[in-house]
Every structure is written in C-alpha cells, then in structure tokens.
C-alpha cells in the first residue's frame, strides 16, 4: 500500500494556523463591511464614480498640460483639459458629497500655466474623497483574502478527508485474518481469469479484424467493462475493405510488409499502411485484460455489478463454460466469507513491512486520531465562515 506517513512539510501551515488566518480575514471583511455601512454604500459608491473621473482626467492630461520651463505645453491639450474639468464640476450634482473637493481641483486648475505642484495640489484636495473610496477598495480586498483563507482551509479538508480514508482503510488491513483460507476466493478468480483469456486469444486468432473490433464497441454500452474504443479511422478501415475479414494477427503480419510485397495480398496496400501500420500497439495490447478480474478483488457490491455487466459481455464471446466460471465469481459474496477473505488478501498483497510495524506500535491509530481532530477542526471553521 502507499499509505506510509509523508513527511511533513516545514513551509506548510498547520491546521491551527489556517483556522487563524480565516478568522482574522473574517474579523477584517466584518469590520470593511461595518466602515461602508456608515458611511452609505450608495454615497460610496456616487464618490468613487466621480473621484475615479477626476483622477482620471488628471492623470491623463498631465504631461501634456504642465510646463516644466524646458518644453512648450500642448496648447491643445491644455485647452482641452481645462475644459473637461469645468464641464466635469459643472456636471457633478449639486448635493453630492464633497463637491467643495472637486470645485478646489477646478479652480487649481484654470491658471494660466500650470506646474507639476498644481496637480500635486489637486490631488491632496482630493484626499478626503480618497479615504472614503478606499473603503469601498478595502471591503473588496478584505472578501478576496476571506476567500483565499476560506480556500486554503476547504482545500486542507479534503486532503485530510483522503488521508483519513487511507488511514482507516490501513487499520481495516491491520485487523485482517492473514490465516483465512483465501484459496477460496483466488482459485474461482484464476479459473476464470485463465479462462476467458484463453477464450479471447482464440477469437483474436481466428475472427475477423471486423468481428473483434465491432465486439470492443459494443462495449462501450457497459461502463464497467472498461475497453478503450477501437480508432474511428482504424474502424472505418475494417468495415469498408476486404483485409478487414483477415484476423488482428494477419493485419499486424501485413502492416511490417513493405507496400510492393502487401499489393500481392490486399487492394490498396497504401491504405492499410495507414490504417493499420500506424494502430498496431493498440492491436498488439488488445487482450482479455478488461474481462477479467482483478486481485485483490474488488469489495463485494463492485464485484456483483461489475460480473453482472461482464456476463453480457463474454457470453458474445466466450463459451457457456467460461460464462459459469463468470457466474461462480459473481456468487463469491454468498457462498464465501467473502469480505474476511478479501480483507486477508488485500493485508497480505498490501502492507508493507514499516506499516505492519506502525500498525503493531499503534502509530497508525494515534495519527488517525489527530488526523480526525484536525480535520473536525477545519470543519468547524468552514461551518463558522460561510462563502461569501
């Protein structure tokens, strides 16, 4: 098993740390939220449109408006500006919030010249405004890291979800029977296992590159009898020609042929070079290995669905003999301690000597504990910090 205890990561914050860091992010949020509440999120919200349009204008114009004693000023621009800014304050409603502000920026403005210092002086006008926007900003800034916190934490979660998993499945394998006759349970498996695959080689020998793949297909209607689909173009090739009749064996044969020898054999040996030649590892793979299986076997439930799938399946394929071979594994469950048997199975195929010592010590149990503990606490605090 690859259950052994990783090694701890120093960079990586215990579970205590992230809990504290999502608390603080939402004592932060709750407080952004507060400071915007006072002041009206409606007014804020007017503000921030009006001060992010004359900070705009500003830092649009100001290098072609100033005039630094070196170089002319864009007339144009200058003129320009100054007519933005007049429109802009005669534009602003006349009860909105701090428009003795903005009227400051208009008239610091409307001078004949006009110096870096004057936008200098413009913008400490605007300050005021600037602190009341910046709490819309910081509402923003504080939710993004609420989230990031939250994340952090739900992500922590499911990583100690998966190890708990691991870790109980370890102690299940540490209270397995290694004495229990798993004969019982190994020798219809490996009845079967041989003898579908026997069944399969056959029909790769003797059936047609047409018949064998149009069989894969079918199988797609089964889920749990995983065969990756045959090649759409490979499959199209087998339909259509006539070498489609050969079996799999004969077309790998005819693909390492040069084209002058394979046009003794088949019509349009260019196209089987392009249709098989370059399909053979999936041909040469193509096995009984999707029928059978597996070991340690799966738990009971998997085993009943999974061989049920698997008899329609191989009764297209393989005599009725392989069929009740099939049917003496999917009957397991009942006729078996099936689950002790496997338990054993998987303890003895499994384990690795350092966690059958852990397991001995009691290590596994104490880290499962504190793994719970941590895990409870990291719940706790998601259930505490909804989403926001």
């Known amino acids: 098993m690859s259950t052994q205890s990783p090694e701890p990561d120093a960079d990586e914050p215990s579970a205590e740390a992230l809990v504290t860091t999502l608390e603080r992010a939402a004592t932060a949020h709750e407080q952004a939220l507060e400071r915007v509440e006072a002041a009206g999120e409606a007014r804020l919200e007017e503000l921030r449109e009006h001060y992010e349009e004359m900070t705009g204008l500003l830092d649009r114009y100001e290098a ?159 889920p749990l009898v995983e065969y990756r689909p045959p090649p759409p173009d490979l499959v199209a090739y087998v339909v259509d020609s006539e070498a489609g009749t050969e079996t799999i064996p004969t077309l790998l044969e005819y693909a390492d042929y040069s084209v002058s020898k394979l046009e003794h054999y088949v019509p349009a040996a260019r196209r089987l070079k392009r249709n098989v030649a370059t399909h053979q590892t999936y041909l040469r793979r193509l096995d009984s290995g999707p029928l059978e299986i597996s070991w340690p076997p799966p738990a009971a439930e998997t085993l009943w669905w999974r061989c049920r799938e698997l008899i329609a399946v191989v009764s297209r394929i393989a005599p009725e003999d392989v069929v009740a071979k099939l049917r003496a594994v999917r009957a397991l469950p009942r006729t078996a301690d099936y689950e002790r048997l496997r338990e054993s199975v998987r303890a003895r195929e499994q384990l690795t000597d350092a966690e059958r010592e852990r397991l001995e010590r009691g290590d596994v149990e104490a880290e499962l504990s504190a793994l719970r503990d941590e895990r409870d606490h990291l719940e706790a605090a998601l259930e505490k910090y909804p989403e926001r």
């Open 64 to 222: 072609r408006a100033t005039s630094d004693g070196e170089t002319d000023v864009d007339m144009e621009a200058f003129i320009e500006f100054q007519e933005e800014i007049a429109r802009f304050v005669e534009n602003l409603p006349d009860d909105v919030d701090h428009r003795e502000a903005f009227e400051t920026v208009d008239e610091t403005m409307h001078q004949k010249w006009l110096k870096s210092s004057d936008f200098e002086t413009a913008r400490q006008a605007l300050d005021p405004i600037a602190d009341l926007v910046e709490r819309i900003e910081e509402r923003e800034r504080t939710r993004e890291r609420y989230r990031e916190a939250r994340h952090d934490v739900a992500v922590r979660r499911r990583e100690l979800d998966g190890r708990v998993d691991e870790l109980e499945d370890l102690v299940a394998l540490g209270d397995a029977d290694l004495d229990a006759p798993v004969e019982n349970v190994r020798e219809p498996i490996e009845a079967y296992n041989r003898a579908i695959a026997e069944a399969f080689d056959r029909r790769k020998r003797e059936d047609s590159a047409r018949e064998l793949l149009d069989f894969v297909e079918t199988t797609t209607a089964y």
